[in-house]
């Protein structure tokens, strides 16, 4: 009976061992499926996720920004020094704009040279546009790729909750409008997409 008893317990252990195991996988699937392989940040999945989560706390008092950043001259520098210096630069853009962020905030990486930041909890416009000129200053300092200093710059478009919308992907739309029109403009340039009004 002892010896038994002593099986049946070894096979629970086992039994509770293989589905914490199995538990700890199905995390780390997940997990992968909402990060980008290269920076480690989340990707669009992952930026759905933070910016469901933001805008179901956000308020007239609590608005949430969503910033959509392009590169300013990435493609020459990919093209001069390589893909693998093109991609050791997204990663270092990713480590600075986190650099500039409070804890809560997120930047995710949309695919290409193009970038998300989800800043949460300001009270009013001009802290949006604060945010924005601190995350355009992020890149005044060169790059160290490759072995070689290398600069770009970031055109920056962003809308604001509730405000321009409580909508995740019409916020992200905003921005993207935002960010092509001072793109047009000649780039480095900080834009608001604001809700039309009527």
Not at 109 to 125: H, I, P, Q
Not at 137 to 147: E, H, I, N, S, Y
Request: proline fraction near 3%; glycine fraction near 12%; charge should be positive.
């Amino acid at each position: 009976m002892l010896a038994w008893m002593r099986v049946l317990s070894l096979h629970i252990e086992s039994v509770r061992r293989a589905a914490e195991s199995a538990e700890m996988e199905r995390r780390a699937m997940a997990s992968l499926a909402q990060t980008d392989a290269l920076t480690g940040l989340p990707n669009r999945r992952g930026l759905q996720s933070a910016l469901d989560a933001a805008l179901a706390q956000c308020g007239p008092e609590q608005a949430v920004a969503v910033y959509l950043l392009d590169l300013d001259g990435f493609k020459p520098v990919n093209d001069r020094l390589g893909h693998d210096a093109g991609d050791q630069l997204l990663v270092q853009v990713g480590r600075r704009l986190r650099g500039q962020l409070r804890r809560g905030d997120v930047v995710a990486r949309l695919g290409g040279d193009e970038f998300v930041v989800l800043a949460s909890g300001l009270r009013a416009e001009h802290e949006a546009q604060a945010l924005g000129r601190k995350l355009q200053r992020a890149f005044d300092a060169p790059f160290a790729v490759a072995g070689q200093s290398c600069r770009v710059g970031a055109t920056v478009g962003f809308a604001l909750a509730p405000h321009d919308g409580q909508d995740g992907g019409d916020l992200l739309k905003r921005a993207d409008a935002a960010m092509y029109a001072g793109k047009q403009d000649g780039r480095q340039t900080l834009r608001r997409g604001a809700a039309s009004a009527g």
